[in-house]
């Protein structure tokens, strides 16, 4: 399977995405969220990073009920005019 380069968008999406689940994580370490959520530490790590800049809906899901954040709100991430604190 070849991947398509991501886009500078891709990133901006990614890191916005990364920003907003970081700052809600707060003080709990990525292994405690990534164990709670049932993900890799790796992958939240990525994610968190904005080396996945568009992560498996169900992986998003789970780290949204965990962080309790609300799904719309980290869909928000993936338009232009959203920032972290949105």
Partial sequence: MVR???TPEDR?????LGALLREARGARSIGEVAAAAEISPETLRKIETGRIPTPAFFTVAALAAELHLDLALLAGCGRRDASPAA
């Fill in 4 to 6: 398509v380069p991501l």
């Fill in 12 to 16: 901006e999406r990614g890191e916005r």
